[in-house]
């Protein structure tokens, strides 16, 4: 029998669950040396602001036990420059789209998304928690006011056939009110985490060891932060589907937030180790569902909020695809 | 980003993954030099050319590749293609690295860069090293040699023991120029200090370049009061090394006169030196493109 890979983020269908993340994996044209980015679940792009952005000064990344920090500021090209050549690209290369937006105000967000209208974009991911644009500490996803507002605006202003995904941030005190604010304001479905806020100090320099002084922590140090947040969320807000990620690294990894229920997992970080990570991510993802006898993505969703009854009624329903349950 | 590639030479082919087998390691000084069995790096490779190297094994907790240029590399034939690189043990993932011994496989992705801009057949040319960078300055210079060009080569470093491959340029090239800090072989002193006669004996037209920043920069003002121009390749810190990251951006003048954040991965590591805003590394100066974006 063969598994059903496939997955939904809100109307959109995706053929695999494996996705990248915004910010690792650039528009997916250097990836393309490596595979064919139309085998992804999806490509998320960097996050994309109305003018070229120049991004902070080096040094942008300190590496860190099983992580990095980042403080890159969101260098790019602008909104009409990312639509004549990322956005046409992705379409000509065949690749499910989901586009990052990301903005210093509300207004810039819905300038953002009226721009993006009538572009080829499957979902638009509203990142209102990098840790790299506002004033640090001023991130409008650590205030559920402030997180409502711009989604509301950005739903009113997006295609209504195009799905919004707000992009939350883990430095809250409780992640599940900031979710709920989002969902009552609009959001169709939920991405988490972005990286966590931290410093690296130079031993040698004694200073900060990043130019932006603060960056963002990715990477599989952040995996059980991540984890977590997407448990607490897919139980505050159970009919939102959720995008998970935050240092994946295997198949192993992408069923953990799967379990925790997350709809689709983006891989971020471990591009940088291993830049044809997303794809074997799906090999070894479809092998951990057979291993435990799913037969599709879908009914492993949110599979670790059952009971150990349900789960086993479940399992005693059919025999396992390949194998038995280890 | 408006990819401003200005008059660089382009890579001949994309890069590829692959896992290679040690095949010899070699100690020279305070270096380690790996020749790995890597057929499809090796195929396209191209003089200034780098890999990254995945380091601390499969469960490491070290992220990021370490990136190494290429020399002595053989694309194949009657045996597998290979590729050397050196390595200096200053950190945690170079120091696993060191400690790999024959037979043991590494995870590489390359070639990576854009390669050395080639002059015209025939115009001399003075190749300058710093530390381990004289390394990828050994196959531009029997590029050179092979399309006619007279080549003089400078090799320099704190000390005797962080010298490389002065004795494989003297074979090449027949002469080598070695020049230390201390004093411990060669002459004392900078690699910028015997580059101006060098340059003014050879009548060069070009400098080419590898090593520290602060020598690069130095180097290109050297080639500037001679008007002439200085392609160096820069040792900027990396994270993925296939421009996904944007971790490895130099300030950089373009063609058309706008200064942009370029990443040394894609758009580099070979720069001429006179587009480098050197002052301006580490900072972000108000003139930069999209800087009014911030």
Known sequence: ?326 | MAGEAGDQAQPAAGPVQETGEIFDVTRFGEYTQFTVVAPGVARAYQPGQFAAVAVGGVETSMLLRRSFALYGVKPGGEFAGTIQFVVAANGRGTEWLVQQKIGARLDLVGPLGVPFPLPRPGVPAVLVGGGYGSAPLIPLAEKLIAQGSEVEVIVGAATARRLFGDLQIKRLVGTVTVTTDDGSAGQRGWVTDPLPSAIERLGAEIVYACGPMGMLRAVGEVAQAHAIPAQVAVEESMACGIGVCMTCVLPVRGSDGVSRFVRSCVEGPIFDAGRIRWADVGKLPADLYGADGM
């Open chain 1, 1 to 326: 029998m063969t598994m059903d890979m496939t997955t939904s983020l809100a109307s959109v269908e995706l053929a695999n669950p494996v996705l990248t993340a915004s910010g690792c994996a650039a528009a997916g044209r250097e990836l393309s040396q490596f595979f064919d980015v139309a085998d992804l679940g999806g490509v998320v792009t960097k996050s994309i602001m109305l003018k070229p952005r120049s991004g902070r000064p080096t040094p942008r990344m300190a590496e860190t036990p099983s992580g990095m920090l980042n403080s890159i500021g969101l260098q790019g090209p602008g909104i009409d420059s990312f639509i004549a050549n990322d956005l046409s690209w992705l379409r000509q290369a065949g690749a499910r789209t989901v586009v990052s937006i990301a903005g210093h105000n509300t207004d810039e967000f819905v300038s953002l998304a009226k721009r993006l209208y009538h572009q080829p974009v499957d979902v638009l991911e509203v990142n209102i928690s990098c840790p790299n644009v506002e004033s640090r500490g001023q991130v409008f996803a650590c205030d559920p006011i402030a997180s409502a507002r711009v989604i509301s605006a950005v739903r009113r202003a997006t295609n209504p056939n195009v799905p919004i995904f707000a992009k939350l941030s883990p430095d809250v005190t409780d992640i599940t009110q900031i979710a709920r604010a989002v969902a009552d304001a609009g959001a169709d479905g939920i991405s988490l985490i972005n990286t966590l806020l931290g410093l690296d100090i130079d031993l040698d320099t004694m200073r900060p060891t990043l130019g932006g002084t603060t960056g963002g922590l990715s990477g599989p140090a952040i995996r059980p932060v991540a984890l977590r947040c997407v448990w607490q969320v897919h139980q505050a807000v159970p009919q939102l589907p959720l995008l998970g990620m935050g240092g994946i690294r295997t198949g192993q990894d992408a069923l953990q937030f799967i379990l925790a229920g997350a709809s689709a997992v983006s891989v971020g970080t471990a591009v940088f180790h291993d830049p044809t990570a997303p794809i074997r991510i799906i090999a070894e993802l479809e092998a951990e569902l057979a291993r435990r006898g799913f037969r599709s993505v879908a009914e492993a969703v949110g599979f670790a909020h059952l009971s150990a009854e349900e789960q086993a009624a479940f399992l005693a329903s059919r025999s396992p695809v390949a194998g038995v349950a280890s």
